[in-house]
């Protein structure tokens, strides 16, 4: 098993910065997938961002590229989503997650592991 645990999130204003963190624990992977997606009430769960691969491949959904920023830390099992030039639309439950090779990166169904979430708010 994994333990995904995000944090960083909270009030921010429009135009602001965060950076969110997911530290992963248990028997961990170096090999996994690691994402990041959100979901604002009343919507569907979207993708933002994924890392993989020993050069640590980047993709960016269409909606944050050019803002949002993935990156991770191996030695210390840790992902990171820096977040720029906020808006309130950004508002929303942000979650890490986790998977092993061979999916369809920007979809829920290719991880495995999820963390519990950490809330962002972008007030105006």
């Known amino acids: 098993q994994v333990q995904l645990v995000e944090s960083g999130g909270g009030l921010v204003q429009a135009g602001g910065s965060l950076k969110l963190s997911c530290a992963a624990s248990?028997?961990?992977?170096?090999?996994?997938?690691m994402g990041w997606f959100r979901q604002a009430p009343g919507k569907e769960r979207e993708f933002l961002a994924h890392?993989?691969?020993?050069?640590?491949?980047?993709d960016y959904a269409q909606s944050v590229k050019g803002r949002f920023t993935i990156s991770r830390y191996n030695a210390k099992n840790t992902v990171y989503l820096q977040m720029n030039s906020l808006k309130p639309e950004d508002t929303a439950v942000y979650s890490c997650?986790?998977?092993?090779?061979?999916?369809?990166?920007?979809?829920?169904?290719?991880?495995?592991?999820w963390g519990q979430g950490t809330q962002v708010t972008v007030s105006s």
């Open positions: 248990g028997r961990t992977s170096s090999m996994y997938a």
């Open positions: 890392i993989r691969g020993r050069l640590g491949i980047t």
């Open positions: 997650a986790a998977g092993p090779p061979s999916g369809s990166y920007n979809l829920t169904g290719s991880y495995v592991y």
